[in-house]
């Protein structure tokens, strides 16, 4: 099938947080791995009609690396990146969970928040 083809187009999922992001709130994210991953980018955006003013998180998890990258964008310029987890937890064909959340508030990173359950 095309959808399990890394050649074939990405599918980006595009959806809404109802009521949007509050401070201390817990983002959970589940899927399964591609059979050849090559990486996967979670992006939270504010402003849809200006996505590079402010990026309240972004994920980057590349398995060519086997590192898992947090990040985020305020008033147009980026944060410093947090890179610290224990071992790499994403395996081809298995089921992940991914849980997050931010204390402070969106634009607030904790890297002790960050949780990646297998």
């Known amino acids: 099938m095309a959808d399990n083809d890394n050649t074939s187009p990405v599918k980006p999922f595009v959806g809404q947080i109802k009521g949007g992001l509050k401070p201390s709130m817990k983002m959970t ?3 399964i791995v591609h059979s050849k991953p090559d990486r996967f980018v979670l992006t ?3 402003n849809p009609s200006e996505p590079e003013t402010d990026i309240g998180l972004e994920v980057t998890v590349s398995f060519r ?3 898992v990258v947090r990040n985020a964008k305020v008033s147009g310029k980026w944060g410093k990146e947090e890179k610290n987890i224990p071992y790499f937890p994403f395996t081809p064909m298995q089921h992940f969970k991914y ?3 931010a204390p402070g508030g969106a634009s607030s990173r904790n890297p ?3 949780r990646l359950i297998k």
């Open 29 to 31: 994210i589940m899927g």
């Open 44 to 46: 939270l955006i504010s």
């Open 65 to 67: 690396e086997r590192s």
């Open 99 to 101: 849980a997050d959340q």
């Open 112 to 114: 002790s928040s960050l």
